[in-house]
């Protein structure tokens, strides 16, 4: 609502806004990606495919609520043998490839979530474990997988990333302008 609507559609670099943010999934050592979406499915689908048409896509119909919904959708969907999930958000276009493969590695090495950081702040991605997939399910309202990680305490890992990519997200239109600001 800040942006006004349509914000993943929105130009960035002669782009919609989610192309950066899939290019940022499609750089973590996954199978696959899948995407969730809510508002705007049909248009957003659009984009996805014409981005990469072997990108999954799963609806989130109690989208409004908000990102738990989205998060429950995601994870439900994914197949039985999945071992973890990375959660990247289609507003966070700057995310560093660098701590991709730290996080999935923290979560291999028996970390039930590892989470990117900037300078001591916790961001996005996430990758949470198997383990804590049922918590998921029980998540509500607008926080997405936070309640889970608080939960968790030290047990989380956390990476720190080289930039703040892993903090920024557009959240209104002027974010657009400061996107590929890095400090």
Do not use: Y
Not at 17 to 27: G, Q, T
């Amino acid at each position: 609502t800040r942006f006004g609507g349509r914000k993943l559609l929105a130009d960035w670099n002669g782009a919609p806004l989610l192309h950066a943010a899939l290019a940022c999934a499609r750089a973590a050592p996954v199978e696959g990606v899948t995407v969730v979406t809510g508002a705007d499915a049909t248009d957003i689908a659009a984009c996805v495919r014409a981005f990469d048409p072997a990108i999954r896509l799963v609806h989130a119909p109690g989208h409004a609520e908000g990102m738990a919904a989205s998060l429950r959708a995601g994870v439900a969907s994914l197949p039985a043998d999945t071992r973890a999930a990375f959660v990247f958000l289609g507003d966070m276009p700057r995310v560093s490839p660098e701590v991709l493969a730290p996080l999935a590695r923290a979560v291999q090495a028996g970390a039930p979530a590892a989470a990117a950081a900037f300078a001591g702040r916790r961001g996005n991605p996430v990758v949470l474990a198997r383990e804590v997939f049922d918590d998921v399910a029980g998540l509500t309202g607008d926080t997405g997988a936070r309640p889970i990680l608080q939960a968790l305490g030290a047990r989380v890992v956390i990476v720190e990333s080289p930039d703040d990519g892993v903090l920024f997200d557009v959240d209104a239109p002027d974010d657009l302008a400061r996107a590929n600001v890095r400090p």
